[in-house]
């Protein structure tokens, strides 16, 4: 898995609850990404870095925020969890953004949390 | 415009047969389209990948076909096998939108029987 990790592997929590989800990395690259997986849907882009306190929003943020104050390391938080976002959540690294013209950076994936709102 | 659909959702093959997994998109500037194999209780993982400059490109028993006037591509495996069971997941990247923006089809299940 390419030098991620991702901490829990898996969670159950209630409605309401605050949830953190940390990803680490230990190849030094720029770009990290947090996606949601569910059946019928694919993969989802949550929010991105593209550095130090550089973030991003993707498709489905609503509901979440995220930190990265360490290259190593992107935290993706649940203010108040609801069943709506009981998924698998993915991690992703890239050196650079994806697809760039001219390259063809790799997208890795850390092993998934499974997060399970009651 | 931003979406990748991919079909079928399942697929099942026999041994040694060709398995063929079809993705279209609409938005022109996708530039780059990768495919990804995912394992049950693991990431995915990028498998090939190919940008509209050319119209196929193969590596080993995998294989993509790029359609840019269509706005298709597809993956075969050859020569299937029962370890090439897993989700499939196609996915387009706009190197004009947000970086790391890569849109993902919602999957094929590839199931081979020996």
């Known amino acids: 898995d390419a030098g991620i990790t991702q901490s829990p592997r898996h969670k159950v929590t209630e409605t309401g609850t605050p949830v953190t989800l940390r990803c680490h990395q230990t190849?030094?690259?720029?770009?990290m990404y947090w996606y949601r997986q569910d059946p019928g849907h694919g993969l989802r882009l949550i929010h991105y870095?593209?550095?130090?306190?550089?973030?991003d929003k993707g498709e489905v943020s609503d509901g979440y925020s995220v930190s990265r104050s360490k290259t190593e390391d992107f935290l993706l938080t649940l203010e108040s969890a609801t069943s709506s976002q009981t998924s698998v959540y993915f991690c992703a690294i890239s050196e650079s953004g994806v697809g760039l013209a001219g390259r063809t950076d790799t997208q890795y994936f850390g092993p998934g949390t499974r997060l399970t709102v009651l | 415009q931003q979406q990748v659909k991919q079909s079928p959702q399942s697929l099942i093959v026999q041994k040694g047969g060709i398995s063929i997994i079809n993705c279209a998109y609409e938005?022109?500037?996708?530039?780059?389209f990768p495919w990804y194999q995912q394992f049950p209780g693991k990431g995915p993982a990028l498998l090939i990948a190919i940008r509209p400059d050319v119209s196929e490109k193969k590596e080993g028993r995998f294989t993509i076909s790029f359609n840019k006037s269509a706005k298709q591509f597809s993956l075969h495996i050859m020569d299937s096998q029962p370890g090439d069971s897993a989700t499939y997941f196609c996915?387009?990247?706009?190197?004009?939108?947000?970086?790391?923006?890569?849109?993902f089809g919602k999957g094929t299940k590839l199931s081979v029987k020996p």
């Open positions: 190849e030094n690259h720029r770009y």
């Open positions: 996915a387009a990247s706009n190197p004009g939108g947000s970086q790391g923006n890569l849109i």
């Open positions: 870095s593209y550095g130090v306190k550089d973030t």
């Open positions: 938005n022109t500037a996708f530039d780059y």
